[in-house]
């Protein structure tokens, strides 16, 4: 009789793709958690130089940035000289001193003295403009600073 | 007017849109921790500086076209290459001259009585020009705090063989958010006592204005 008709064998069942929004989307939101946007755009070149003697940084909000380098190719009126990028903008050495004091407020005052500065200096920049940012620094009494540098071997990559 | 049921929407296209998604997302992720050299800024003073015997202090000075100037152990300056920077500064710092109440037990060096007394008193000075790039600057600091991780290494080893690690690793675990508060607690007097026994005394000139 018909009803009990055995199956056809031979050709698989479709697997069933269902499940594979599911699986995106967990991929998803992990990625989405995980991204550190940059915070701030950068108008500099910030090729940062070698070194392998470095610790990590901690808490990310305990970090002030201070940006240095060349203007990039999209600033070029800004000329070739390297310049110090505060937040979003170009700045002067002189704009150091109110940016402390401003990054200092923003943050709750038992956190103040973890404060540390970050300086995300281009390799191609002269160390006079780093001295002035450091002699900057100690005036305003923000004495932690730390040279961003990325991991690697600092002879090596200076030969080349 | 005969009553429709709402027509299914088709979610076949879901699994495209989130995949542009997560291509988006992994494109931009960023999953890199910020890793440097920290550093500890001198604050002003208007005292005046304390009188150091010139046999102490490590002279270091990179000119605007990225030499190394030493003057160290009683020499009058030589020029010395980068890869020598870390090997001079180890024998300087670990020199242990001193004789008397200066004198190092645990120094291993040649105790020659014109280079430092002992590692507290060994200070390294550096002295940059206006026109030194950032690239030898942060490579000159490396291999000076190299120097020092050395020594340090040495010391922790020899301190507490049985930890097996050296003091840059302790220091990493110390600094590690996954590590126990009783763990932290159990290294952070060990680190203690090698940063006392070998202190970085690091000093930085304020450069020179070249003509």
New interface residues.
């Given amino acids: 009789m018909s009803k009990f008709k055995k199956k056809k064998g031979g050709d698989l069942p479709a697997i069933s793709?269902a499940s594979?929004?599911d699986i995106?989307?967990m991929?998803?939101f992990f990625?989405?958690v995980?991204?550190?946007?940059?915070q701030n755009t950068l108008k500099i070149e910030n090729r940062l130089?070698?070194?392998?003697?470095?610790?990590?940084?901690?808490k990310r909000n305990l970090?002030m940035y201070i940006y240095a380098g060349k203007p990039s190719s999209a600033y070029k009126d800004m000329g070739t000289v390297a310049r110090i990028q505060l937040n979003d903008k170009f700045a002067d050495v002189s704009e150091i001193a109110a940016f402390i004091a401003a990054e200092r407020a923003s943050k709750r005052e038992e956190e103040v003295p973890f404060l540390?500065t970050?300086l995300s200096?281009?390799?191609?920049?002269?160390?006079?403009l780093?001295?002035d940012i450091?002699?900057e620094?100690?005036?305003v009494?923000?004495?932690?600073?730390?040279?961003?540098?990325?991991?690697g071997d600092?002879?090596a990559?200076?030969n080349q | 007017m005969a009553k429709r049921s709402a027509p299914e929407v088709n979610?076949g296209s879901?699994?495209d849109i989130?995949?542009l998604?997560?291509i988006f997302?992994?494109v931009?992720?960023?999953?890199e921790?910020?890793?440097?050299?920290?550093?500890?800024?001198?604050?002003?003073e208007e005292t005046e500086p304390p009188i150091i015997k010139q046999r102490n202090i490590f002279q270091l000075t990179v000119n605007g076209k990225n030499q190394l100037l030493l003057k160290a152990n009683g020499n009058d300056g030589k020029i010395i290459e980068?890869?020598d920077l870390r090997k001079e500064a180890v024998a300087f710092l670990d020199n242990g001259g001193g004789t008397g109440e200066d004198a190092c037990k645990r120094c291993k060096g040649k105790r020659n009585p014109s280079s430092s007394d002992n590692f507290d008193k060994a200070i390294i000075s550096l002295q940059?020009?206006?026109?030194?790039?950032?690239?030898?600057?942060?490579?000159v600091?490396?291999?000076i705090?190299?120097a020092y991780?050395e020594l340090r290494n040495r010391e922790f080893v020899a301190d507490y063989p049985n930890l097996n690690m050296s003091y840059v690793e302790a220091?990493?675990k110390y600094?590690d958010a996954r590590t126990t508060p009783e763990e932290k607690a159990f290294l952070k007097d060990k680190l203690e006592a090698i940063k006392l026994l070998i202190p970085q005394k690091f000093s930085e000139a304020?450069?020179r204005k070249s003509n």
């Fill in positions: 793709t594979l929004p995106v989307f991929l998803l990625f989405m995980a991204t550190v946007m940059r130089p070698a070194a392998d003697q470095v610790e990590k940084l901690a970090l540390t970050v200096v281009d390799k191609e920049t002269n160390m006079g780093v001295s450091k002699q620094l100690r005036k009494n923000a004495l932690k600073i730390n040279y961003k540098t990325r991991q600092a002879l990559s200076l | 979610a879901m699994a989130a995949f998604l997560l997302f992994l931009t992720t960023t999953i921790i910020d890793s440097g050299l920290n550093r500890k800024l001198p604050p002003i980068l890869k940059n020009d206006r026109f030194t790039s950032y690239e030898t600057y942060i490579a600091q490396n291999e705090i190299a991780n220091e990493k600094n304020e450069p």
